[in-house]
């Protein structure tokens, strides 16, 4: 009887050190506004454009083990067409009016499937990924490459991703008579922090 308690005993002990090296668990996390940034680059027949979103949001969940990401379960994350500034109202509502926001108000992606996760150093991982972008009502599904940093319980995506316009039916802003025009793709930028 006395064995079978020391033996339970250690056991026990044994669980309690050694558990947590390879707890697995998952990690639930919406997008920190104030420590998040996307900006759109783009072209004119002129001169060069930036716009800011000044408004998004998202949840994401990962699977951790010993501190390791080791699966990202979901991932979404939308921008309200209405909050891209860009400083200047004329051509905000241009963007908004090209980006059809009374009908369809978010910018949105959508994690599909998990293609590849890269450890690149520790808490930095490259993860390769294929999502459903939503842009004017149109969806369509695109590879995305995502930079991820561990820092404590916050996971912060980086990337950048060249959009065609025109194939989610946008058609360029134009302004002063059609004298400017902007061009078809755009460069989205962005790091996104969830916690």
Known sequence: MNTLKINFKNWFLLFIVVAPIYTVFAQDAKVVLAESKL?????????????EAKAMSGKASA????????????LDFSVEVEQLKSGKSGMDKNTFKALKSATNK??????VKVIKITTVSD????????????????????NQTFTVKLIGKKMIFSGKQKIDMTLYGVEPPKALMGTIK???????DFKVTYN
């Open 106 to 111: 978010n910018i949105s992606f959508k994690l």
């Open 63 to 74: 699977t951790l083990e010993a501190g390791d990401l080791k699966a990202l379960k979901s």
């Open 123 to 142: 808490n930095n991982y490259t993860i390769e990924t294929q999502g459903d972008l939503t842009i004017a009502g149109a969806t369509k599904r695109v």
């Open 39 to 51: 900006v759109v680059d783009g072209t004119s027949n002129v001169h060069d454009w930036t716009i």
């Open 182 to 188: 902007t061009g078809k793709d755009v460069v989205v």
